[in-house]
């Protein structure tokens, strides 16, 4: 009989629900295989917590029940997720966490998190390609990959990103023909309908710097990690 | 001054929540592009929902709410979404809803809840893979691809297809260079660890015999339209 395996999607205000919905479907998906895998969300409390669009969302568990899960998830956003940089509560419970996990894991600017919560200090990493140069910030290096493995801890690039490296996960944790069912469940066959991100032609100035207004608005009153974060 | 353009996606217990995240994620972009476009969840009311993973959802409208929106989208789901096929409140919103709207929509089985609603009547539709057969319980004819548009309907395969489904429809809307822009916004440049779905050599008997497993379950209590489902 072994314990149960929990993966903690951490939730706050004002992020971007793609971000853990693709890999809690994916990594929920875990479950099915016997293998004492389970996937919950966790936040500081039980109600329900506004998004970056029309829907709100609420948490399975709060951060005190699930106070040691086997795998930390931290999912981004815009201006309220900076502002999360700034929220001892959460930023804590992320270092408490992951001092026990066995494996910490991002997507989008959610990296950024894992950043201050001191996880990135030396280690290879990747966010949303608007958002890489700030991880410099928390002594990372970025790597533009899909989603970048370095020891325990996993980040994605940004939101869709998410779903690629959760993927992966399943099939390092349950084999590839597990990670084959898993992704003929929820048919991730996909078909962008104007092809891959194009990103020799893309005009990456717009979205760069809608992310710098977006850390400047969500750490408006916090002077020093705004600082260190847009120094570059 | 032209009268905004709502797309309504509409949420019911027990659903699968990327099948409306994702697409919400892409249209709820579209507000961006000054187009008089935004994008609302409804419901039967504001309570949270649980859904098919560790995660409840709250609608940002009631169904009274928003009785006539331009466009009306339907995730799709397990056992719970053969159990709504059942619930007039739901089929009754989606049906009324769509005879005004210029644009209806589905994800994964949530084309089985347009088909309920009798909009499904002599077009080509598409639904999850596993699923597929039920469509002609509504007099559908199945297409296998990843969305399918008929006349102002459009159903997307399952799950992940939503996402692509939304695409094309911004680029239809709002012209291939807001498609683009919110494709690098959401970072979908798809990277699945294996490789697309491999669908020649892949076992399609344990989820069909799932998905029919889901039926009996959900319309346990509806002899007619489960024996119609699964005539097929």
Redesign the interface.
């Known amino acids: 009989m072994t314990a149960t395996k929990t993966f903690a999607?951490v939730?706050y205000p004002g992020l971007?629900?793609?971000d853990?919905?693709?890999p809690?479907?994916v990594l929920?998906a875990l479950q099915e295989f016997g293998l004492g895998f389970?996937?919950?969300?966790v936040a500081a409390d039980l109600e329900?917590l506004h998004t970056?669009?029309?829907?709100?969302?609420?948490?399975?568990?709060t951060f005190a029940q699930v106070p040691e899960p086997f795998g930390l998830i931290v999912p981004g956003g815009g201006a309220p997720t900076f502002a999360a940089l700034a929220d001892e509560r959460l930023v804590g419970y992320v270092r408490r966490a992951a001092s026990t996990a066995e494996l910490v894991g991002s997507v989008?600017t959610g990296s950024l998190l894992l950043g201050a919560a001191g996880l990135l200090e030396g280690r290879k990493a990747v966010t949303?390609?608007a958002a890489m140069p700030m991880l410099r910030a928390f002594g990372a290096t970025p790597l533009p990959q899909?989603w970048v493995a370095d020891g325990p801890v996993v980040t994605a690039?940004?939101?869709?990103?998410g779903?690629?490296m959760a993927?992966?996960l399943v099939?390092e944790l349950a084999g590839?023909e597990a990670?084959?069912?898993v992704?003929?469940?929820?048919?991730?066959?996909?078909?962008?309908?104007?092809g891959?991100?194009?990103w020799l032609s893309?005009n990456r100035e717009?979205?760069e710097s809608w992310m710098r207004s977006q850390a400047q608005q969500g750490l408006a009153a916090h002077d020093e990690p705004r600082i260190r974060l847009l120094a570059d």
């Open positions: 999607f939730l971007t629900p793609l853990f919905v693709g809690l479907q929920g389970e996937a919950v969300t329900p970056d669009v029309a829907v709100s969302v609420t948490a399975s568990h989008c949303h390609w899909r690039a940004g939101v869709a990103a779903i690629d993927l992966q099939a590839e990670c084959r069912m992704q003929s469940a929820i048919e991730y066959d996909p078909e962008p309908p104007l891959p991100i194009d893309l717009p979205m």
